[in-house]
T-cell receptor, first 116, second 113 residues
Framework: DAGVIQSPRHEVTEMGQEVTLRCKPI?????LFWYRQTMMRGLELLIY????????DSGMPEDRFSAKMPNASFSTLKIQPSEPRDSAVYFC??????????????FGNGTRLTVT | AQSVTQPDIHITVSEGASLELRCNYS??????LFWYVQSPGQGLQLLLK??????LVQGIKGFEAEFKRSQSSFNLRKPSVHWSDAAEYFC???????????FGAGTRLTVKP
């Protein structure tokens, strides 16, 4: 089990540029989450998918943010255009969920995004 | 929606001393409760979880937590802290039939020699 894999680990970009963060969930998991962590706001849930379908994207801060999950083994979080206030650590997490069971999340090591 | 409060932003304890980190949740039904630990530069690692049954749950690294429904609490404890326990600790609550998990603001633990 390789765990949740995120890439890149670090991303430095200039304001206005497009940023794409990538996540490979644990094989067999059917739910995927994107979180953002900052000192000021802590861990914020941005969006989560169940069986590749977005269930709740109410945490996505603005239209500049978009997330996709084209298949069970890959997801992206895109910011276009990026702004300095988007600087944060972005975590992807996955789990196995049924209608009557909530299993713990397994987190990747995160992508540290710096927008200058 | 459910919510989690961790009243202590930062706690300092001496190595070998006991530890209790507080967590209060708000949710109308029986929650799924979790404690995670985050070391610098790392993702969150699950320490323990409560779904149902025995209200005292044991986790990894010698941690335990007790679910108290009457107090809406799920405090994390360890009888003797080690220097390697220095990290940030997050309490989280999930809902049945729903994947929406919410995290507290975290408590940073510093361990003095």
């Amino acid at each position: 089990d390789a765990g949740v894999i995120q890439s890149p680990r670090h991303e430095v970009t200039e304001m206005g540029q497009e940023v794409t963060l990538r996540c490979k969930p644990i094989s067999g998991h059917n739910s995927l989450f994107w979180y953002r962590q900052t000192m000021m706001r802590g861990l914020e849930l941005l969006i989560y998918f169940n069986n590749n379908v977005p269930i709740d994207d109410s945490g996505m801060p603005e239209d500049r943010f978009s997330a996709k999950m084209p298949n069970a083994s890959f997801s992206t979080l895109k910011i276009q255009p990026s702004e300095p206030r988007d600087s944060a650590v972005y975590f992807c997490a996955s789990t196995w969920t049924t209608s009557s069971y909530n299993s713990p999340l397994h987190f990747g090591n995160g992508t540290r995004l710096t927008v200058t | 929606a459910q919510s989690v409060t961790q009243p202590d932003i930062h706690i300092t304890v001496s190595e070998g001393a006991s530890l209790e980190l507080r967590c209060n949740y708000s949710y109308g039904a029986t929650p799924y409760l979790f404690w995670y630990v985050q070391s610098p530069g790392q993702g969150l690692q699950l320490l323990l979880k409560y779904f149902s049954g025995d209200t005292l749950v044991q986790g990894i690294k010698g941690f335990e937590a007790e679910f108290k429904r009457s107090q809406s609490s799920f405090n994390l404890r360890k009888p003797s802290v080690h220097w390697s326990d220095a990290a940030e600790y997050f309490c989280a609550v999930g809902r049945t039939n729903n994947n929406d998990m919410r995290f507290g603001a975290g408590t940073r633990l510093t361990v003095k020699p």
